[in-house]
């Protein structure tokens, strides 16, 4: 399954915030895959629509999708000559389908920062610089070869370096592959360089917990601002927090959050988050004996989505009847959705949407 990497410089409340994700895990009785190395955190994805679900179809069991989070350790200026932990913290990146990048954005004159003074801008740099040095090196090496390649004329090298050219020229200018754009007919190449710095990032601005709900600070904004230049994407929690309320249970947990001014938890926007920027949906299976959300990425057909559950369910598919979430619960039950003729009976080339409803058919 896909993971995003947690990532920043020592000292910006990444183990505080891997710890609130451990506490708000799942348990593990109730996913009896998640032997769980001790790196990765399983958390619920938080779902209104499950609730909604759950009180209609009032099953005896409701169980939602997970996503998992990986801790990174080990990063440092130099990583990418291998200094400190540098090599493994670049090689596990490499294995994470995403990037929390979390930024100290809280003064705090008893914890040192690294470099002396917090500046988110030259903390996200610092790391960032890491992974394009890394980039470029694996990019300068496939350009030697390549451009041996080019010299017999052979078409395919030409456009292949020409794409090379450009990334290169852009981590040389210091900034990562994620700001350029590619053809369709350019990704899959891109692709098999395996960059760190196309790979999806999120920005997790790490706020003082008197600082919870109210007005974005400056260092925040910073963080804001350049997130939107690389067409990243920006939430603030406060990490400290995040640990108290995972402790809590969901009731205690809205008061909570009540209390301190906010809809929903840092984390749980975080999660969100993280799924949508890896393209992730949910749909839903809801039967008497269990109402559950399943993963699926955005794009996946019918059967591809089925074998998410099972991959019986999607050797031997053979359709599905599907209602979106949102007519199922206009109409107020299945047997309504039927008559109102809004459950579709699906086949092969079906594309699932995020909020169907299905219940597959196949044969064993
Ligand atoms: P890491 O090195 O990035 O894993 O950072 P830690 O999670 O160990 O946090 C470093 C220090 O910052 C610890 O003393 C944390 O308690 C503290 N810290 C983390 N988050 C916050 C926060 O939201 N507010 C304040 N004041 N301190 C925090």
Redesign the pocket.
């Known amino acids: 399954s896909l993971t995003a990497g947690i990532v920043?410089l020592?000292?910006?409340?990444?183990?505080?915030l891997f710890n609130a994700i451990t506490k708000a895990g799942v348990e593990a009785a109730n996913y009896p895959f998640a032997t769980i190395d001790p790196n990765v955190g399983v958390v619920e994805v938080p779902d209104d629509r499950l609730q909604k679900l759950t009180e209609l179809v009032k099953p005896k069991k409701t169980v939602p999708t997970t996503f998992e989070f990986t801790d990174i350790a080990g990063i440092v200026k130099g990583a990418s000559k291998g200094e400190g932990l540098g090599n493994k913290f670049l090689a596990n990146i490499r294995q994470v389908d995403a990037i929390c990048h979390?930024v100290r954005c809280?003064e705090?004159e008893n914890?040192t920062h690294v470099s002396g003074k917090v500046n988110p801008l030259s903390d996200i740099e610092v790391i960032n610089l890491e992974l394009i040095l890394a980039d470029l090196e694996s990019v300068d090496k496939r350009y030697t070869r390549v451009s041996k390649i080019a010299r017999t004329k052979d078409k395919d090298a030409l456009a292949e370096l020409a794409i090379l050219e450009r990334v290169k020229e852009t981590l040389e200018a210091g900034q990562s592959a994620r700001t350029l754009e590619f053809t369709p007919e350019e990704a899959p190449l891109v692709k098999s360089l395996f960059l760190l710095t196309t790979k999806p990032v999120l920005y997790v601005a790490?706020?003082?917990?008197d600082e919870v709900g109210d007005a974005e600070n400056d260092m925040v904004k910073q963080v804001r601002e350049f997130a939107a230049s690389e067409g990243a994407e920006v939430v603030t929690i406060?990490?400290?927090i995040e640990e108290e309320v995972a402790e809590l249970d969901d009731e205690e947990k809205a008061e909570f959050l009540n209390e301190i001014g906010i809809e929903q938890s840092g984390l749980d926007q975080l999660i969100q988050k993280a799924y949508s920027l890896l393209g992730l949906g949910t749909y839903f299976t809801a039967g008497e004996q269990e109402v559950r959300a399943w993963t699926f990425r955005l794009g996946m057909k019918a059967p591809q989505a089925a074998g998410v559950i099972h991959t019986d369910f999607e050797r031997g598919f053979i359709r599905a009847e599907t209602v979106s979430y949102d007519d199922l619960l206009a109409a107020g039950s299945m047997v309504a959705a039927k008559e109102v003729g809004k459950v579709r009976s699906e086949g092969k080339e079906y594309v699932v949407q995020d909020g169907d409803v299905m219940l597959f058919r196949f044969n064993v």
Do not use: H, L, Q, Y
């Not at 020592?10 to 505080?16: A, Y």
């Not at 790490?206 to 917990?209: D, H, L």
């Open positions: 920043g020592p000292n910006v409340g990444k183990s505080t979390v809280f705090d914890i790490n706020v003082a917990e406060s990490a400290r």
